[in-house]
């Protein structure tokens, strides 16, 4: 090290980062001062996704591909429902 140079105080540099550091942004009204969503921030949150999912769901139902989806559906479900039954009466036979 050169004479010139003093050491850097390891204190100073960490107090000095501090500073430097601009503090959280928390949204006005959304969040607490400790950083915690508030209720109403939450029960909209909650109602916005239900929202989104049941708009989804009626679309869905809409179009052509989404009803032969349904009607897919209906068809396994009754296959299913057929073969359990096959199922059980050739059980109860032997």
Sequence with gaps: MSADKEP??????????????????????DYTEAGVPNFDYV??????RVGTGI???ELADATPEGKAVEDQFEARKKA??????????????S
């Design 43 to 48: 029960r909209d949150r909650i109602e916005n």
């Design 8 to 29: 850097i105080d390891a204190e100073i540099v960490e107090d000095s980062k501090e500073l430097d550091s601009p503090p959280p942004v928390v949204p006005p009204g």
């Design 80 to 93: 299913g429902l057929d073969k359990l039954a096959e199922i059980r009466r050739s059980m109860g036979k």
């Design 55 to 57: 708009g989804a769901a």
